[in-house]
């Protein structure tokens, strides 16, 4: 299915990741023709293009930084390019306010093994709130491989970045959607009350997430009636996003329109859906 108005994807990369499917081994390349390609059958108007930290993840040698400027730069209407150093770093938070000088429109994907208040981590949120741009941050329960970890500090960040437009996503995130999270990455069955993610929504509004990957799509997907009554409260602080070219289980991302066939399906009022496939974006980008 095509998007129901003009789309914009909050969460792309171009570049190579690898399969973890049994049926398809190796690894996937897309450029910016192959992203070009995805958003025009789909009916996305505009899609943020995400870097990744340099040397952050063996499994995605995604086109980030400088090289992702040069690379949208002549799809700039269409392509948003995100930048994001290794918050490792010393010299990263000066090196992102001069990529933002040079084009870049936001912070992320941020994603290196760090906890998420961890001052290297925090350092580069400020210089993005500095700058008034969005930064985007993968959470994910760990500490675990290359991710953020510690949603349960993620309220402190909100206190230390009072102004940041903080975009947040992953498993970490999504799965504290339930009162009771357990400990799956990916829970399945009903939501039951209330969780974290309701909490943090109502008292932080420059909070907003990304229902990008299986994470976005599995909290909303378990459970239709909680997805609808989540949706309908929190239509101003939620983006589409998908996380192309990354492999689902239907093949890929974007491609697949599974996150446009989940929207679509919720019976949600059309202000809402027109928020969360565009204008929530436009906002964080303006
Ligand atoms: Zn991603």
Redesign the pocket.
């Known amino acids: 299915m095509k998007a129901s108005v003009p789309a914009v994807d909050f969460?792309t990369?171009i570049g190579e990741v690898k399969s973890f499917s049994p049926r398809l081994k190796g690894w996937v390349r897309v450029g910016v023709e192959d992203l070009l390609s995805y958003m025009g059958e789909r009916g996305v108007e505009r899609a943020v293009v995400?870097s990744?930290p340099p040397d952050s993840d063996p499994y995605a040698k995604v086109v980030s930084n400088r090289r992702l400027l040069e690379a949208v730069e002549p799809h700039a209407g269409r392509l948003v390019p995100f930048c994001c150093p290794n918050p490792l770093n010393a010299r990263a938070a000066s090196l992102f306010k001069r990529m933002v000088g040079e084009g870049c429109r936001g912070l992320g994907?941020l994603?290196v093994q760090l906890r998420i208040d961890d001052p290297r981590v925090v350092r580069l949120l400020k210089a993005a709130e500095s700058l008034g741009v969005p930064a985007l941050v993968?959470i994910e329960e760990g500490p675990l491989f290359n991710y953020c970890y510690g949603v349960d500090k993620l309220e402190d960040v909100l206190k230390l970045a009072p102004d940041l437009k903080l975009v947040v996503h992953g498993p970490g995130w999504w799965r504290h959607v339930s009162a009771e999270p357990g400990t799956e990455a990916y829970p399945k069955g009903p939501v039951k009350g209330e969780g974290l993610v309701h909490r943090l929504l109502r008292r932080y509004d420059n909070l907003y997430a990304d229902i990008?990957?299986s994470s976005g799509l599995n909290a909303l997907a378990r459970d239709p009636e909680h997805a609808r009554r989540f949706l309908e409260e929190f239509q101003d602080r939620v983006v589409f996003g998908t996380?192309f070219p990354?492999l689902s289980e239907e093949g890929q991302f974007g491609s697949d329109g599974a996150h446009l066939r989940l929207i679509g399906g919720l019976q949600l009022p059309e202000r809402a859906v027109r928020k969360i496939l565009r204008e929530n974006a436009e906002k964080l980008l303006a």
Do not use: I, T
């Open positions: 969460h990369h995400l990744l994907e994603k993968h990008s990957a996380d990354c």
